[in-house]
Protein backbone atom coordinates (compact mmCIF):
# COMPACT_ATOMS: atom_id res chain seq x y z
CA UNK A 1 0.00 0.00 0.00
CA UNK A 2 0.97 3.68 -0.86
CA UNK A 3 1.45 5.53 2.43
CA UNK A 4 2.81 8.62 0.88
CA UNK A 5 1.50 11.62 2.92
CA UNK A 6 0.62 13.39 -0.45
CA UNK A 7 -1.50 11.30 -1.19
CA UNK A 8 -3.70 13.70 1.68
CA UNK A 9 -3.97 16.72 -0.96
CA UNK A 10 -4.62 13.89 -3.80
CA UNK A 11 -7.59 11.98 -2.52
CA UNK A 12 -9.32 15.26 -1.52
CA UNK A 13 -8.64 16.94 -4.66
CA UNK A 14 -10.27 13.81 -6.66
CA UNK A 15 -13.41 13.29 -4.07
CA UNK A 16 -16.79 14.46 -5.19
CA UNK A 17 -17.04 18.58 -5.22
CA UNK A 18 -13.70 18.89 -4.44
CA UNK A 19 -13.57 21.78 -8.01
CA UNK A 20 -16.12 24.28 -6.04
CA UNK A 21 -14.35 24.49 -2.42
CA UNK A 22 -11.70 27.14 -1.82
CA UNK A 23 -8.38 25.16 -0.81
CA UNK A 24 -6.28 28.02 -0.07
CA UNK A 25 -7.54 31.91 0.21
CA UNK A 26 -4.83 34.67 0.55
CA UNK A 27 -6.56 37.97 0.46
CA UNK A 28 -8.22 38.27 -2.55
CA UNK A 29 -6.64 35.35 -4.35
CA UNK A 30 -8.15 31.92 -4.13
CA UNK A 31 -6.91 28.34 -5.59
CA UNK A 32 -9.69 24.95 -5.33
CA UNK A 33 -7.97 21.35 -4.39
CA UNK A 34 -7.64 20.83 -8.07
CA UNK A 35 -5.55 23.93 -8.52
CA UNK A 36 -3.87 22.93 -5.61
CA UNK A 37 -2.85 19.39 -6.74
CA UNK A 38 -1.92 20.92 -10.15
CA UNK A 39 0.43 23.45 -8.88
CA UNK A 40 2.11 21.07 -6.56
CA UNK A 41 2.58 18.32 -10.02
CA UNK A 42 4.15 21.10 -11.11
CA UNK A 43 6.34 21.77 -8.26
CA UNK A 44 6.88 17.61 -8.64
CA UNK A 45 8.09 17.91 -11.80
CA UNK A 46 10.42 20.66 -11.89
CA UNK A 47 11.94 18.86 -9.07
CA UNK A 48 12.53 15.45 -11.14
CA UNK A 49 13.96 18.11 -14.02
CA UNK A 50 16.35 19.13 -11.35
CA UNK A 51 17.84 15.67 -10.26
CA UNK A 52 15.29 15.57 -6.92
CA UNK A 53 14.32 12.36 -5.94
CA UNK A 54 12.86 9.99 -3.52
CA UNK A 55 14.94 10.14 0.14
CA UNK A 56 16.65 13.35 -0.95
CA UNK A 57 16.20 16.58 1.22
CA UNK A 58 14.75 19.49 -0.28
CA UNK A 59 14.82 23.41 1.43
CA UNK A 60 11.28 25.38 0.95
CA UNK A 61 12.13 29.28 1.74
CA UNK A 62 8.85 30.04 0.87
CA UNK A 63 6.34 32.77 2.01
CA UNK A 64 3.51 31.37 3.36
CA UNK A 65 1.05 30.11 0.90
CA UNK A 66 0.05 28.48 -1.98
CA UNK A 67 3.49 27.93 -3.64
CA UNK A 68 4.99 26.79 -0.25
CA UNK A 69 2.07 24.09 0.05
CA UNK A 70 2.29 23.19 -3.63
CA UNK A 71 5.95 22.84 -2.86
CA UNK A 72 5.35 20.79 0.44
CA UNK A 73 2.95 18.45 -1.30
CA UNK A 74 5.14 18.21 -4.61
CA UNK A 75 8.41 17.20 -2.59
CA UNK A 76 6.51 14.63 -0.92
CA UNK A 77 4.88 13.33 -3.92
CA UNK A 78 8.30 12.34 -5.38
CA UNK A 79 9.62 10.77 -2.32
CA UNK A 80 11.45 13.57 -1.25
CA UNK A 81 12.04 15.28 1.87
CA UNK A 82 10.60 18.43 2.97
CA UNK A 83 12.84 20.89 5.23
CA UNK A 84 10.82 24.46 5.70
CA UNK A 85 13.01 27.27 6.49
CA UNK A 86 11.12 30.04 7.97
CA UNK A 87 11.10 33.00 5.71
CA UNK A 88 12.13 35.26 8.27
CA UNK A 89 15.42 33.75 9.25
CA UNK A 90 19.16 35.47 7.89
CA UNK A 91 21.79 34.02 5.96
CA UNK A 92 23.99 31.75 8.52
CA UNK A 93 20.85 30.04 9.43
CA UNK A 94 19.60 29.30 6.38
CA UNK A 95 22.95 27.86 5.65
CA UNK A 96 23.37 25.68 8.75
CA UNK A 97 19.73 24.27 7.71
CA UNK A 98 20.93 23.66 3.82
CA UNK A 99 24.16 21.92 4.78
CA UNK A 100 22.96 20.27 7.76
CA UNK A 101 20.18 18.58 6.56
CA UNK A 102 22.31 17.91 3.03
CA UNK A 103 19.69 19.58 0.91
CA UNK A 104 20.84 19.95 -2.34
CA UNK A 105 17.69 21.44 -4.33
CA UNK A 106 15.76 24.84 -2.91
CA UNK A 107 12.30 26.03 -3.75
CA UNK A 108 12.30 30.09 -3.59
CA UNK A 109 11.53 33.38 -5.41
CA UNK A 110 14.26 35.82 -6.80
CA UNK A 111 12.46 38.03 -4.93
CA UNK A 112 12.88 36.51 -1.41
CA UNK A 113 16.38 36.16 -1.83
CA UNK A 114 16.98 39.38 -3.14
CA UNK A 115 15.20 40.47 0.36
CA UNK A 116 18.50 38.96 2.10
CA UNK A 117 21.88 40.22 2.92
CA UNK A 118 23.58 37.57 0.84
CA UNK A 119 22.83 34.71 -1.74
CA UNK A 120 22.73 31.41 0.48
CA UNK A 121 26.14 29.45 0.64
CA UNK A 122 27.00 26.39 -0.60
CA UNK A 123 26.35 24.02 -3.38
CA UNK A 124 22.13 23.74 -3.51
CA UNK A 125 20.41 24.10 -7.03
CA UNK A 126 17.85 26.98 -7.09
CA UNK A 127 14.51 26.20 -8.39
CA UNK A 128 12.53 29.59 -8.87
CA UNK A 129 8.55 28.65 -7.74
CA UNK A 130 7.46 31.65 -10.22
CA UNK A 131 9.37 30.36 -12.80
CA UNK A 132 7.37 26.83 -12.68
CA UNK A 133 4.68 26.55 -15.29
CA UNK A 134 1.37 25.27 -14.73
CA UNK A 135 1.11 21.47 -15.39
CA UNK A 136 -1.03 19.67 -17.95
CA UNK A 137 -3.91 17.20 -16.28
CA UNK A 138 -1.03 14.82 -16.98
CA UNK A 139 1.36 16.58 -14.85
CA UNK A 140 0.40 14.52 -11.78
CA UNK A 141 -0.75 11.25 -13.01
CA UNK A 142 1.80 9.05 -11.91
CA UNK A 143 1.97 10.58 -8.26
CA UNK A 144 2.67 10.59 -5.43
CA UNK A 145 4.98 7.27 -5.86
CA UNK A 146 4.83 4.50 -3.24
CA UNK A 147 6.50 5.16 0.07
CA UNK A 148 6.48 2.98 3.08
CA UNK A 149 4.86 4.30 6.43
CA UNK A 150 8.30 4.40 8.29
CA UNK A 151 10.30 6.41 5.24
CA UNK A 152 11.29 10.05 6.15
CA UNK A 153 9.04 12.79 4.56
CA UNK A 154 10.38 16.00 6.55
CA UNK A 155 12.62 17.43 8.65
CA UNK A 156 11.71 19.92 11.07
CA UNK A 157 13.79 22.31 11.93
CA UNK A 158 13.85 23.68 16.30
CA UNK A 159 14.04 27.65 16.29
CA UNK A 160 17.75 27.83 17.66
CA UNK A 161 17.02 29.46 20.91
CA UNK A 162 19.49 27.12 22.81
CA UNK A 163 22.10 26.95 19.88
CA UNK A 164 22.33 25.81 16.25
CA UNK A 165 18.82 24.58 15.43
CA UNK A 166 18.05 20.41 15.11
CA UNK A 167 16.52 18.31 12.69
CA UNK A 168 13.88 16.02 13.30
CA UNK A 169 12.63 13.71 11.40
CA UNK A 170 8.88 12.82 10.73
CA UNK A 171 7.38 9.65 8.28
CA UNK A 172 4.49 9.62 6.06
CA UNK A 173 2.95 7.43 8.80
CA UNK A 174 3.69 10.39 11.62
CA UNK A 175 2.26 13.65 8.99
CA UNK A 176 -1.11 11.14 8.33
CA UNK A 177 -1.86 9.82 11.97
CA UNK A 178 -1.45 13.80 13.45
CA UNK A 179 -3.55 15.69 10.33
CA UNK A 180 -6.60 12.82 11.03
CA UNK A 181 -6.01 12.85 14.96
CA UNK A 182 -6.56 16.77 15.31
CA UNK A 183 -9.28 16.74 12.65
CA UNK A 184 -11.42 13.91 14.79
CA UNK A 185 -10.70 15.93 18.13
CA UNK A 186 -11.95 18.80 16.50
CA UNK A 187 -14.78 17.49 14.66
CA UNK A 188 -12.50 19.48 11.32
CA UNK A 189 -15.32 19.14 8.14
CA UNK A 190 -15.38 20.01 4.50
CA UNK A 191 -16.93 23.39 5.57
CA UNK A 192 -14.53 24.98 8.15
CA UNK A 193 -12.39 27.90 7.20
CA UNK A 194 -9.18 27.56 9.39
CA UNK A 195 -7.04 30.83 10.01
CA UNK A 196 -3.45 30.52 9.39
CA UNK A 197 -1.20 32.45 11.19
CA UNK A 198 1.83 31.11 12.05
CA UNK A 199 5.01 29.64 9.78
CA UNK A 200 4.91 26.30 7.76
CA UNK A 201 8.47 25.87 9.48
CA UNK A 202 6.57 24.81 12.70
CA UNK A 203 4.97 21.74 13.65
CA UNK A 204 1.78 23.90 15.14
CA UNK A 205 1.73 26.01 11.86
CA UNK A 206 1.85 23.08 9.50
CA UNK A 207 -0.83 21.13 11.32
CA UNK A 208 -2.97 23.98 10.47
CA UNK A 209 -2.53 22.85 6.32
CA UNK A 210 -2.82 19.91 7.10
CA UNK A 211 -6.20 19.27 9.35
CA UNK A 212 -7.21 21.59 6.41
CA UNK A 213 -6.40 19.35 3.35
CA UNK A 214 -7.21 16.43 5.55
CA UNK A 215 -10.79 17.50 5.74
CA UNK A 216 -11.49 19.64 2.59
CA UNK A 217 -11.84 22.64 4.49
CA UNK A 218 -10.18 26.30 3.01
CA UNK A 219 -7.23 27.54 4.74
CA UNK A 220 -7.29 31.36 5.48
CA UNK A 221 -3.79 32.42 5.20
CA UNK A 222 -3.08 36.01 6.62
CA UNK A 223 0.74 37.42 7.36
CA UNK A 224 0.58 40.76 8.38
CA UNK A 225 2.18 41.07 11.34
CA UNK A 226 -0.28 43.21 12.81
CA UNK A 227 -2.69 42.01 15.15
CA UNK A 228 -5.57 44.10 14.40
CA UNK A 229 -5.31 42.99 10.46
CA UNK A 230 -5.21 39.20 11.65
CA UNK A 231 -8.56 39.36 13.71
CA UNK A 232 -10.03 41.44 10.28
CA UNK A 233 -9.57 38.46 8.43
CA UNK A 234 -10.62 35.82 10.59
CA UNK A 235 -13.97 38.49 10.94
CA UNK A 236 -14.06 39.16 7.24
CA UNK A 237 -13.23 35.51 5.98
CA UNK A 238 -15.71 33.80 8.36
CA UNK A 239 -13.06 31.64 9.84
CA UNK A 240 -14.00 28.79 11.75
CA UNK A 241 -11.01 27.20 13.75
CA UNK A 242 -8.60 29.45 14.99
CA UNK A 243 -4.40 28.55 16.54
CA UNK A 244 -2.39 30.47 17.88
CA UNK A 245 0.38 30.45 20.60
CA UNK A 246 -0.09 32.49 24.00
CA UNK A 247 1.85 35.06 22.79
CA UNK A 248 0.02 35.70 19.60
CA UNK A 249 -2.93 35.07 21.84
CA UNK A 250 -1.96 38.28 23.97
CA UNK A 251 -1.24 40.38 21.13
CA UNK A 252 -4.67 39.19 19.43
CA UNK A 253 -6.34 40.64 22.84
CA UNK A 254 -4.33 43.58 23.44
CA UNK A 255 -3.84 45.94 20.36
CA UNK A 256 -5.71 43.29 17.83
CA UNK A 257 -9.65 43.66 19.33
CA UNK A 258 -9.86 40.06 19.41
CA UNK A 259 -11.74 40.74 23.44
CA UNK A 260 -14.30 43.30 22.12
CA UNK A 261 -15.18 42.24 19.03
CA UNK A 262 -18.17 39.12 18.49
CA UNK A 263 -16.61 36.75 15.76
CA UNK A 264 -19.80 34.76 15.31
CA UNK A 265 -18.73 32.32 12.36
CA UNK A 266 -16.00 31.24 14.97
CA UNK A 267 -16.62 28.16 16.28
CA UNK A 268 -12.79 26.58 17.72
CA UNK A 269 -9.77 28.18 19.23
CA UNK A 270 -6.64 26.20 20.12
CA UNK A 271 -3.83 26.73 21.79
CA UNK A 272 -0.14 25.14 22.21
CA UNK A 273 3.31 26.10 22.49
CA UNK A 274 2.91 27.28 26.14
CA UNK A 275 0.61 28.10 29.04
CA UNK A 276 -2.05 30.55 28.75
CA UNK A 277 -2.75 32.67 31.52
CA UNK A 278 -5.89 32.07 33.02
CA UNK A 279 -6.84 35.75 32.45
CA UNK A 280 -6.57 35.14 28.99
CA UNK A 281 -8.46 32.31 28.78
CA UNK A 282 -11.05 34.28 31.03
CA UNK A 283 -10.87 37.02 28.50
CA UNK A 284 -11.51 35.26 25.23
CA UNK A 285 -14.36 33.05 27.02
CA UNK A 286 -16.14 36.38 27.61
CA UNK A 287 -15.41 37.72 24.62
CA UNK A 288 -16.25 34.62 22.19
CA UNK A 289 -18.54 32.62 24.58
CA UNK A 290 -20.01 30.65 21.94
CA UNK A 291 -16.44 29.18 21.21
CA UNK A 292 -14.83 25.91 22.04
CA UNK A 293 -11.61 27.01 23.52
CA UNK A 294 -9.14 23.51 23.11
CA UNK A 295 -5.35 22.95 24.29
CA UNK A 296 -3.25 21.61 22.14
CA UNK A 297 0.43 20.02 23.27
CA UNK A 298 3.50 20.03 22.05
CA UNK A 299 5.31 17.22 19.21
CA UNK A 300 7.66 15.70 22.20
CA UNK A 301 5.80 13.29 23.96
CA UNK A 302 7.82 10.47 22.18
CA UNK A 303 10.84 10.80 21.55
CA UNK A 304 11.88 12.17 18.17
CA UNK A 305 14.82 11.04 16.14
CA UNK A 306 16.98 13.57 15.17
CA UNK A 307 18.66 13.74 11.71
CA UNK A 308 21.85 13.32 11.44
CA UNK A 309 22.40 13.61 7.73
CA UNK A 310 21.76 9.79 7.11
CA UNK A 311 18.81 8.47 5.55
CA UNK A 312 17.13 6.70 7.76
CA UNK A 313 14.10 5.31 8.58
CA UNK A 314 12.72 7.15 12.17
CA UNK A 315 9.87 6.19 14.33
CA UNK A 316 9.66 10.14 14.27
CA UNK A 317 7.11 12.26 16.55
CA UNK A 318 3.74 9.75 16.66
CA UNK A 319 5.29 6.71 16.47
CA UNK A 320 2.84 3.74 14.88
CA UNK A 321 2.76 0.29 14.98
CA UNK A 322 3.13 -0.96 10.80
CA UNK A 323 -0.03 -1.97 9.54
CA UNK A 324 -1.89 -2.90 6.26
CA UNK A 325 -3.08 0.53 6.48
CA UNK A 326 0.41 2.61 6.57
CA UNK A 327 0.07 2.15 10.70
CA UNK A 328 -2.70 4.36 10.86
CA UNK A 329 -5.57 1.85 12.24
CA UNK A 330 -2.98 1.08 15.08
CA UNK A 331 -1.75 3.77 16.67
CA UNK A 332 0.54 4.14 19.32
CA UNK A 333 -1.43 4.36 22.63
CA UNK A 334 0.88 8.01 23.11
CA UNK A 335 -0.94 9.15 20.36
CA UNK A 336 -4.28 8.48 21.80
CA UNK A 337 -3.70 9.52 24.78
CA UNK A 338 -1.83 13.18 23.42
CA UNK A 339 -5.68 13.24 21.91
CA UNK A 340 -7.68 12.97 24.76
CA UNK A 341 -5.34 15.13 26.67
CA UNK A 342 -5.63 17.75 24.10
CA UNK A 343 -8.81 17.85 24.01
CA UNK A 344 -9.72 18.21 27.34
CA UNK A 345 -11.15 21.64 28.78
CA UNK A 346 -9.03 24.27 29.51
CA UNK A 347 -9.90 25.79 32.79
Known sequence: MNCNAAL?????????????RSAIVERDAVVDYAGLEGRAAAVAAALTAAGAGPDRPVAIFLERGCDAAAAFFG???????????????RPRQIDHILAHSGARHLITTADLLA??????????????VATIP???????????????????????????????????????????????????????????????????????????????????????VERSPLPQQAVATVRDQDVTVLAAVPALWMRLLATGGLGNALLPALRVMTNAGG???????????????????????AARICRPKRWTGGLTRSAGLFPARRSSSCG??????????WASWCSADPR
Open 8 to 20: LLWRTAHTPGADD
Open 75 to 89: TLAIGGIAVFINETL
Open 115 to 128: RQPRAPQGDAHIID
Open 134 to 220: AGGDEAGASLPVPRLGDDVAQIIYTSGSTGQPKGVTVTHANIEAAARTVVGYLGISASDRIASLLPFSFVYGLSQLLCAVTAGATLV
Open 275 to 297: HLPLEAVRRLRAAQPHVRLSKRC
Open 328 to 337: MMARSPNLAR
